[in-house]
């Protein structure tokens, strides 16, 4: 079965950027989401189709799905982008598989 | 706005069926997949499933041999039922709108855009 692999945590400072990677094969083939997941709450769509955010996201998240790596980059980093960050893979055939989840500590 | 709201019981014994509702308001439950995601406790996200309301189903191959969804068009509900539970499957329970839309002969995924808050059933005796 499909996997994708995600780094289990990444830290920042304030103001810098975070990149988060998710890893599979040949994932640049395929549809690339993320979802930030504050505790206590449901998930949040953030990135869909590799580079594009939902309305009322941020412009300083950003993604990109090439090879077999999708990035999830947040420019400006601020404390309330502390989360757990997961990606999503799809295609019509793997349908949906999630990455392990990458908390991100903003310090 | 579209909003979605799990329902069902808490506890639920070895052996015995999870049964699970959601109820979509603000949209028609035609229109869309839908999806159901679970979360145990402190790990990640797993997908359990999708449907259409025309009779497409999806499940993930590990739990397809115990899961069954459903759908009630009249009353905008969804339903998950899995069987055989054991304690591996207690979790918080997601349903959630799946965006899929066909372009002629290409899908174009949106992602999971709306989230119920989630329902937490326990497997215990």
């Known amino acids: 079965s499909y996997e994708v692999t995600q780094p289990p945590s990444v830290s920042v400072s304030p103001g810098q950027t975070a990149s988060i990677t998710c890893s599979g094969d040949?994932?640049?083939?395929?549809?690339a989401c993320w979802y930030q997941q504050k505790p206590g709450q449901s998930p949040a769509l953030v990135i869909y189709?590799?580079?594009k955010r939902p309305s009322g996201i941020p412009e300083r998240f950003s993604g990109s799905n090439s090879g077999n790596t999708a990035t999830l980059t947040i420019s400006g980093t601020q404390a309330v982008d502390e989360a757990d960050y997961y990606c999503?893979?799809?295609?019509?055939?793997?349908?949906?598989?999630f990455g392990g989840g990458t908390k991100l500590t903003v310090l | 706005q579209v909003q979605l709201q799990e329902s069902g019981p808490g506890l639920v014994k070895p052996s015995e069926t999870l049964s699970l509702t959601c109820a979509v308001s603000?949209?028609?439950?035609?229109?869309?997949?839908w999806t159901w995601i679970r979360q145990p406790a402190g790990k990640g996200l797993e997908w359990i499933g999708r449907?259409?309301?025309?009779?497409?189903?999806n499940y993930n191959p590990s739990l397809r041999n115990r899961v069954t969804m459903s759908v009630d068009t009249s009353k905008n509900q969804f339903f998950l039922k899995l069987t055989s539970v054991t304690a591996a499957d207690t979790a918080v329970y997601y349903c959630?709108?799946?965006?899929?839309?066909?372009?002629?002969?290409?899908?174009?995924?949106?992602?999971?855009?709306?989230w119920g808050q989630g329902t937490t059933v326990t497997v215990s005796s």
């Open positions: 959630a709108r799946d965006v899929i839309i066909r372009g002629g002969e290409t899908l174009f995924y949106y992602g999971v855009d709306v």
């Open positions: 603000g949209d028609s439950i035609t229109t869309y997949y």
């Open positions: 449907f259409y309301a025309s009779g497409d189903t």
């Open positions: 040949k994932l640049g083939d395929k549809y």
């Open positions: 189709q590799d580079d």
């Open positions: 999503q893979a799809w295609d019509s055939s793997t349908h949906v598989v």
